[in-house]
């Protein structure tokens, strides 16, 4: 994980958002008693993991408010949760978070900041000759679910590169399907690689010999691309202000404390992942997976443009385009100084 400057956003971000703090009345009465969370049990949603485990979101929340939180699998089953009104925020990787958006009603789905940056790669079977894009005809390449940020940044880097999935008329065939999926057609030798995110990437690396042609990070600018979003509705936030500022600076608080003490985040991850999942993953793993990662509140947002870009050329975001001018949050302090006031 890069310290340095996570570190720094993380305590420049949570002193503004300590300052909001100090102007919201706190004897405010809160629309809501209770806050809904959703996000993945995977390495990519260190920061929900650790907050929830270590207690980072109760304490700042505080104890009248429930913490309630939900567990997916999937981008789209997030965002159809948001749509129904069943979850207030939620961690998405970037193509869900512009899918919700573009798609909410008056795009009332905004990313309100960034959980990671990076930890995607793209792994070859070890018995595929494959050492350049070239090498990728007349090859079986998998990544989980078409349309997600994955899948769009394996069928970006084909085109750009000349090639063609089979049903575009190309000869290079993708699956889409599950990472425990993938994990299994890469044990029988059915799939010659696979774009996917950590820790998979690694377990597929570790465990069953896979090479890991490249990082996905190396096709980005500054090798930095957002992975994990905190995106939330945001007439949730509207109408409690303080409680979503209180639960961004224990987001901060918990991008810091993963950056400072990496082995603990190791332990406290597999513990979750152990109780949730029903079994461990090796030390060595999660300690590759999470070193792959940049832990940081910085959504990155010239990779958001570009991820919209490449999901609108594949004909992921539908016939009207994708304004995005209004895709991120900002907190009104007017509004807040206002309520201390009232």
């Known amino acids: 994980m890069k310290i340095g400057k996570v570190i720094l956003t993380g ?22 008693e209770k806050i809904r969370i959703a996000f993945f049990p995977n390495i990519g949603h260190a920061v929900p993991i650790i907050g929830m485990e270590k207690g980072f979101f109760e304490n700042k929340i505080g104890d009248e408010i429930k913490i309630e939180t939900k567990v997916f699998d999937s981008g789209p089953q997030v965002i159809e949760s948001l749509f129904a ?49 070239s090498d990728l005809q007349g090859k079986k390449i998998a990544a989980p679910q078409i349309g997600n940020t994955q899948d769009v940044s394996l069928r970006t880097y084909m085109s750009e590169n000349g090639l063609k999935p089979a049903e575009k008329g190309g000869t290079v065939i993708v699956y889409n ?43 980005w600018p500054n090798n930095e691309f957002a992975s994990v979003l905190l995106i939330a509705n945001t007439d949730f936030v509207k109408k409690n202000p303080s409680l979503a500022i209180n639960f961004l600076n224990s ?50 947002p010239n990779s ?26 900002h907190f009104d302090t007017n509004s807040l100084e206002r309520e201390e006031t009232e």
């Open 85 to 133: 009104n069943s979850i207030d925020i939620a961690y998405v990787g970037p193509i869900p978070a512009i899918n919700g958006h573009l798609k909410s009603q008056n795009n009332n789905i905004k990313i309100i900041a960034g959980a990671a940056s990076g930890g995607a790669s793209f792994i070859i079977h070890p018995n595929s000759e494959i050492n350049t894009a």
């Open 11 to 32: 305590i420049v971000c949570a002193i503004l958002l300590s300052t909001l703090i100090a102007s919201v009345n706190y004897n405010e009465s809160l629309t809501e």
């Open 251 to 300: 987001h901060h608080e918990t991008v810091m404390w993963i950056n400072e003490n990496p082995t603990e985040t190791r332990i406290v991850f597999n513990n979750f992942i152990t109780s949730h999942l029903g079994k461990s993953m090796s030390d060595d793993v999660i300690d590759i997976a999470l070193s792959n990662l940049m832990i940081t509140s910085d959504p990155v």
């Open 304 to 329: 958001i443009y570009s991820f919209a870009e490449k999901a609108d050329t594949l004909g992921y975001l539908g016939r009207n385009g994708h304004d995005l001018s209004d895709i991120f949050y």
């Open 177 to 219: 399907i599950p990472n425990p999926d993938i994990y299994t057609l890469f044990v029988k030798g059915e799939i010659d690689g696979a774009w996917v995110a950590e820790p998979w990437a690694t377990i597929l690396e570790t465990e069953l010999k896979g090479k890991r042609l490249f990082h996905e990070k190396e096709l």
